[in-house]
């Protein structure tokens, strides 16, 4: 029986994720619309497994809610610094910066989603990931500090993104 659900869902929170995202994404809520979201959550999963042979098997869904709240409100935040910044800062008086992250992080999906958090973040995007996967290159639209910008970015998510990939 286990296996049978297994196959049928092999990534339940890629399942819920996706029904979900193809609801919200609808002009307006129909129960049709949401069994077809639940279909494409289903078949895009089976489609995909066999390129996830070593899936995480045990997520915090709670805490990757959480993160994504979090991750939310930075980006609305970053949005209005950006603003600012682009908007009162000469090009002279900025100071972008090449920022190298160590990262503590192993699985490749955390790491993937550290990445993507950085770049949906206004104001940095992730560059590059090093052959071995343990740096991560950040550009940084103006950071006086480079050192904290690597550490806030180090607590604020990698540190969360641990707890969630455990």
Not at 29 to 35: E, K, S
Not at 104 to 131: K, M, N, Q, W
Not at 151 to 164: G, S
Request: proline share 7%; charged share 20%; glycine share 4%.
């Amino acid at each position: 029986m286990r296996n049978a659900i297994q196959r049928l869902l092999p990534h339940p929170y890629l399942t819920l994720l996706l029904a979900v995202v193809w609801i919200l994404l609808q002009a307006e809520f129909t129960p049709g619309m949401a069994v077809f979201g639940l279909i494409i959550g289903i078949v895009i999963p089976i489609g995909t497994a066999r390129w996830w042979p070593d899936r995480p098997q045990r997520l915090s869904g709670w805490r990757m809610f959480l993160y994504c709240l979090l991750v939310m409100w930075d980006i609305i935040v970053a949005n209005v610094q950006v603003a600012w910044i682009v908007l009162t800062k000469s090009n002279d008086r900025m100071r972008p910066a090449w920022i190298v992250i160590p990262l503590d992080l192993r699985t490749p999906e955390a790491i993937a989603i550290l990445a993507s958090t950085i770049t949906l973040t206004p104001g940095t995007v992730s560059a590059d990931l090093s052959d071995s996967g343990r740096f991560l290159l950040v550009h940084a639209l103006d950071a006086s500090d480079p050192d904290a910008v690597r550490d806030d970015i180090k607590n604020r998510y990698e540190r969360r993104l641990m707890e969630i990939f455990r």
